[in-house]
């Protein structure tokens, strides 16, 4: 395999090209995903709770083989926002990737600016419309999933905190996760 030259473009199939932020959260630089996480540097990122007809939402712990919150149940979908890309976007494209969700509505619930509690991601949080789907997972991102309802989502994040990611604290913190 030979190197690329400088001059030359990023190649968006050895790794994901992202946008980096500027201070007002504002995309200025274009950035391969793995350098870009390498250096912390500040991102958009997409997540999205799945709800079923019952009023439940899909959870699901984190493959073994993830870099960051291995095996911890996280939302139903997330996923960094690729160059170009819009924020409902990436989220669709999440949902398709991870759980083979193709016909889902979604309603922005939430956003906030990068900070240590959003990993340093401007982060867009949506809910989808009731899904009338069999979820099927991804097992290279997904050990495994399940729905839960309000009070067995907080016996999760009360009794074991150390088994739930950022991401699904920071989602159930700042909306309704169960509401319409």
Request: charged residues 25%; aromatic residues 6%.
């Amino acid at each position: 395999m030979t190197k690329p030259k400088c001059d030359q473009p990023f190649s968006a199939q050895a790794d994901e090209i992202l946008e980096v932020l500027d201070a007002r959260d504002r995309p200025f630089m274009l950035m391969p995903r793995k350098q870009a996480l390498r250096q912390n540097l500040p991102l958009k990122a997409a997540l999205v709770v799945v709800r079923d007809q019952n009023g439940k939402i899909y959870i699901h712990q984190r493959a073994k083989k993830k870099s960051t919150y291995a095996r911890t149940w996280t939302v139903s979908a997330a996923g960094y926002v690729k160059a170009g890309e819009a924020l409902e976007d990436a989220a669709l494209r999440e949902l398709a990737e991870e759980l083979s969700v193709t016909s889902a509505k979604l309603k922005l619930a939430a956003t906030a600016r990068p900070s240590p509690a959003t990993d340093n991601s401007l982060v867009a949080l949506f809910l989808s419309s009731p899904a009338q789907v069999i979820i099927t997972a991804d097992p290279s991102e997904i050990s495994g999933g399940m729905f839960v309802d309000k009070d067995e989502l907080s016996a999760l994040l009360r009794d074991m905190p150390e088994l739930i990611a950022p991401a699904l604290k920071w989602a159930h913190a700042v909306c309704d996760l169960f509401g319409a």
